[in-house]
């Protein structure tokens, strides 16, 4: 793609994210009179945003219509606050008016895990971890994580996994809330690395492989990750709850050390240890022949998981009595 055709790219996704932002607020969520006549919009009007803004109507249409390819940071914050646009908002928009020059692009070399982070897991082997770079590619993962999620090779995309797998929409509870969050962190990525030729072509075949993606691909929703709770529903052991925190290098932003934590003393946090046994012997006898050794297993875990946890009841319950001298 040559300069010009990236500038006029580059103008017409931001275009597109204003128009969408502004077809999402009405006059009266901006704190404005509705300007007469029909409406042939679900939101504000044109004339009525760049109202709000302080720009002139030409003007902001140029810069929706993908005509105006240098906006300043005073607009783009005038816009924002118009739009009533939260902090994750704000940014992708900047992104998406930065000059080509600013524009990150994918870098060649195979990504590296950063020392840091790596050292970091090895000190949080008790429960599932995987660290993400550029694309939502898999640079590290520990055992437990595929035990709990399912096959993840190093290299893979999580993106693809958690869209595409139908063992993701099996394990995770409230899939499509997490597939919804999955599409706006990778729109946020694709206005940070606009050259990303590999970021295009991933968001092109998701979009192309899933009618519901490319919709919500549509919608121009941004999220950064943040922390949140999550359902995993195992076929052996069950259902588990996970609190996710990310952790990423002030150096490396676009690297994200993801952890699952159970709360402690709940049924998640006994059941980890069996699972990471479980996924171990999984993995050495291959797929089991007896229909019924699933069934076994999830007693079997169930059984040490209770059996843990009435032994911490118990500890706790009946402290040692204190003998008189």
């Given at each position: 793609?040559t ?5 006029a790219?580059?103008?017409a996704?931001l275009g ?8 999402g607020?009405?006059?009266a ?14 939101g ?8 709000l803004?302080g720009v ?6 140029r810069?929706?219509q993908?005509?105006?390819?240098a906006?300043s ?6 816009l ?6 939260d902090d994750?908002e704000?940014?992708h ?7 080509p020059s ?10 590296q895990?950063?020392p ?15 660290l ?8 590290a ?8 999620l ?17 063992a993701?929409?099996?394990?995770i509870v409230?899939?499509?809330?997490f597939?919804?969050?999955t599409?706006?962190?990778?729109r946020?990525d ?5 050259r990303?030729?590999r970021?295009g072509?991933?968001?092109r075949?998701?979009r192309?492989s899933?009618?519901?993606?490319d919709?919500?691909?549509?919608d121009?929703?941004?999220?950064e990750?943040a922390?949140a ?5 195992h076929p ?7 609190g ?8 490396d ?13 709940s049924?998640t946090?006994a ?8 996924g171990?012997?999984s ?8 229909p ?6 999830a ?11 009435s032994?911490?009841?118990g ?6 009595r204190?003998?008189?001298?």
């Amino acid at each position: 793609m040559t300069a010009p055709d990236v500038a006029a790219s580059d103008a017409a996704a931001l275009g597109a994210f204003l128009r969408s932002r502004r077809d999402g607020i009405t006059p009266a969520q901006a704190g404005i009179a509705a300007f007469p006549g029909p409406r042939r919009v679900p939101g504000l009007r044109k004339e009525e945003l760049a109202m709000l803004a302080g720009v002139s109507a030409d003007y902001y249409s140029r810069i929706e219509q993908g005509r105006q390819t240098a906006v300043s940071i005073e607009v783009l914050d005038a816009l924002a606050r118009a739009l009533r646009l939260d902090d994750t908002e704000r940014a992708h928009l900047r992104d998406l008016a930065a000059p080509p020059s600013r524009a990150g692009g994918g870098r060649i070399a195979p990504q590296q895990p950063d020392p840091s982070l790596l050292r970091l897991m090895t000190t949080l082997d008790a429960v599932p971890v995987m660290l993400l770079g550029e694309r939502l590619e898999v640079l590290a993962r520990n055992a437990l994580l595929e035990a709990v999620l399912g096959p993840l090779p190093l290299g893979s995309s999580l993106a693809r996994f958690v869209l595409l797998d139908p063992a993701a929409r099996e394990r995770i509870v409230e899939w499509e809330r997490f597939a919804q969050y999955t599409v706006a962190a990778l729109r946020r990525d694709i206005a940070r690395h606009a050259r990303d030729a590999r970021l295009g072509a991933l968001v092109r075949q998701l979009r192309e492989s899933d009618a519901q993606v490319d919709a919500w691909w549509r919608d121009h929703g941004v999220r950064e990750f943040a922390s949140a709770q999550k359902i995993i529903r195992h076929p052996v052991a069950g259902v588990l709850h996970f609190g996710i925190e990310i952790v990423s290098p002030p150096l490396d932003p676009d690297q994200r050390l993801i952890v699952y934590t159970a709360e402690p003393g709940s049924e998640t946090e006994a059941l980890l240890p069996t699972i990471r046994a479980w996924g171990a012997g999984s993995a050495d006898s291959g797929p089991a022949d007896d229909p019924a050794q699933p069934a076994s297993r999830a007693q079997s875990m169930q059984s040490a998981a209770a059996g843990r946890a009435s032994s911490r009841a118990g500890s706790i319950a009946s402290p040692q009595r204190r003998q008189t001298p």
